[in-house]
């Protein structure tokens, strides 16, 4: 007989997986009324560098 797998077994998991390279980025904006808002993105890693010129255009 066989044996059976147990549904907690980690067998396979993430083996065929493909794996993006992303930053975090998160930039502070102030608010009219003089508080801080904090904006996070998640972008790919070749893309932070026009994402931090952009959000500091908007400033």
């Given at each position: ?7 907690n077994?980690?067998?396979?998991r ?14 502070a ?15 790919p ?15």
């Amino acid at each position: 007989m066989a044996k059976k797998v147990s549904k907690n077994q980690r067998t396979d998991r993430g083996k065929n997986k493909q794996s993006k390279k992303v930053a975090k980025i998160v930039v502070a904006e102030k608010k009219e009324n003089g508080q801080y808002r904090f904006v996070q993105k998640i972008v790919p890693v070749d893309q932070v560098q026009e994402e931090l010129k952009a959000s500091k255009a908007l400033l």
